[in-house]
């Protein structure tokens, strides 16, 4: 029993160290806590203590801050901003202009850079063609065939796009005229090549083609002795060719997407290869020379469908 009741003081003494710690612990966290109350109370009472300072501190910056805004200068009105806007926007629409004629411009000489290398000719002028260089040309041009012509045109002619089908000038080759119409035909393309190439020319020369290369027949008007006569060469097309359902349709070809989206157009502008007498072949285009530096070639064959037509 002695040792049992030893056992059991043992245990009771362990017990209260346990508690003692505690409360210990307890004590310390209370300690603690009351040290950051008394710092935050130091700090209070310092700032109460400062406060008639800060008081007459702010009073006497009164007067400057109310002089300094005085001396500000009043906002714009309204009307004036506006003013400032347009012609803030006015300025970027000039720049914008600026560029795009720049961008033109330097398109224009890459064009023309290209169409002479292609051409292996070097240029006497580089404001100007001479009726030499397109007879040069013709020559490279010269097929047995009309198909021929054309392709020779293709590899020949940079500035110009044949979307015609080739296949349209089968039924034209074994006339008696094809000879005659062979040659015409080289000598139009030449002609539209030629045109193109001075008008990137006079573009790339940093000014504006001039009235004489408004359109191909304009620049075949200029010439002295041109190989292409300025009246095969026309602008337009008839009430009947140019708005019936049937005249446009014939006349409504392919292009470049990156000439129309759509991927077609309406070529009234053609040239007279052939005479009136049927089949009356007609090589139907498209100038672009303003936008892309190219023509296009829409069409060439027999006549297309007009108020004549039977």
């Given at each position: 029993m002695l040792e049992d009741a030893v056992e059991v003081g043992k245990e009771l003494v362990e017990l209260y160290k346990k508690e003692a710690g505690n409360y210990k612990r307890l004590a310390e966290m209370e300690r603690g806590r009351r040290r950051v109350v008394e710092a935050r109370l130091r700090t209070c009472s310092k700032l109460l203590a400062e406060g008639?300072?800060?008081?007459a501190k702010l009073n006497s910056m009164i007067p400057d801050l109310v002089q300094a805004a005085a001396s500000l200068p009043s906002p714009p009105e309204v009307?004036?901003?506006?003013?400032?806007?347009e012609a803030t926007e006015k300025d970027r629409d000039t720049l914008a202009e600026l560029l795009d004629t720049a961008t033109k411009e330097r398109d224009a000489a890459l064009r023309a850079r290209d169409a002479a290398i292609a051409r292996l000719q070097p240029r006497r002028r580089e404001d100007e063609q001479s009726s030499g260089d397109a007879e040069a040309l013709k020559g490279r041009l010269h097929a047995p065939?009309?198909?021929?012509?054309?392709?020779?045109a293709q590899r020949h002619?940079?500035?110009l796009v044949i979307t015609a089908d080739l296949d349209d000038t089968k039924k034209l080759e074994h006339h008696q005229k094809a000879p005659h119409w062979?040659?015409?035909?080289?000598a139009t393309l030449a002609t539209m090549q030629v045109y193109a190439e001075t008008k990137d020319l006079a573009q790339a020369s940093g000014g504006r083609a001039g009235h004489e290369l408004a359109n191909l027949k304009a620049y075949c008007t200029s010439q002295s002795f041109p190989l292409l006569a300025e009246d095969k060469?026309?602008?337009?097309e008839g009430q009947t060719a140019s708005s019936s359902p049937r005249g446009?349709?014939?006349r409504t070809l392919r292009v470049p997407e990156y000439i129309d989206p759509s991927g077609k157009a309406v070529m009234l502008e053609h040239i007279r290869i052939g005479d009136g007498a049927p089949p009356a072949p007609r090589l139907h285009y498209l100038d672009d020379t303003n936008k892309s530096g190219q023509l296009v070639v829409g069409f060439f064959g027999d006549h297309r469908y007009n108020a004549g037509t039977n």
């Amino acid at each position: 029993m002695l040792e049992d009741a030893v056992e059991v003081g043992k245990e009771l003494v362990e017990l209260y160290k346990k508690e003692a710690g505690n409360y210990k612990r307890l004590a310390e966290m209370e300690r603690g806590r009351r040290r950051v109350v008394e710092a935050r109370l130091r700090t209070c009472s310092k700032l109460l203590a400062e406060g008639p300072d800060l008081e007459a501190k702010l009073n006497s910056m009164i007067p400057d801050l109310v002089q300094a805004a005085a001396s500000l200068p009043s906002p714009p009105e309204v009307s004036e901003l506006q003013t400032r806007l347009e012609a803030t926007e006015k300025d970027r629409d000039t720049l914008a202009e600026l560029l795009d004629t720049a961008t033109k411009e330097r398109d224009a000489a890459l064009r023309a850079r290209d169409a002479a290398i292609a051409r292996l000719q070097p240029r006497r002028r580089e404001d100007e063609q001479s009726s030499g260089d397109a007879e040069a040309l013709k020559g490279r041009l010269h097929a047995p065939t009309l198909r021929g012509v054309l392709e020779q045109a293709q590899r020949h002619c940079p500035s110009l796009v044949i979307t015609a089908d080739l296949d349209d000038t089968k039924k034209l080759e074994h006339h008696q005229k094809a000879p005659h119409w062979r040659d015409r035909l080289a000598a139009t393309l030449a002609t539209m090549q030629v045109y193109a190439e001075t008008k990137d020319l006079a573009q790339a020369s940093g000014g504006r083609a001039g009235h004489e290369l408004a359109n191909l027949k304009a620049y075949c008007t200029s010439q002295s002795f041109p190989l292409l006569a300025e009246d095969k060469v026309i602008l337009s097309e008839g009430q009947t060719a140019s708005s019936s359902p049937r005249g446009k349709a014939q006349r409504t070809l392919r292009v470049p997407e990156y000439i129309d989206p759509s991927g077609k157009a309406v070529m009234l502008e053609h040239i007279r290869i052939g005479d009136g007498a049927p089949p009356a072949p007609r090589l139907h285009y498209l100038d672009d020379t303003n936008k892309s530096g190219q023509l296009v070639v829409g069409f060439f064959g027999d006549h297309r469908y007009n108020a004549g037509t039977n």
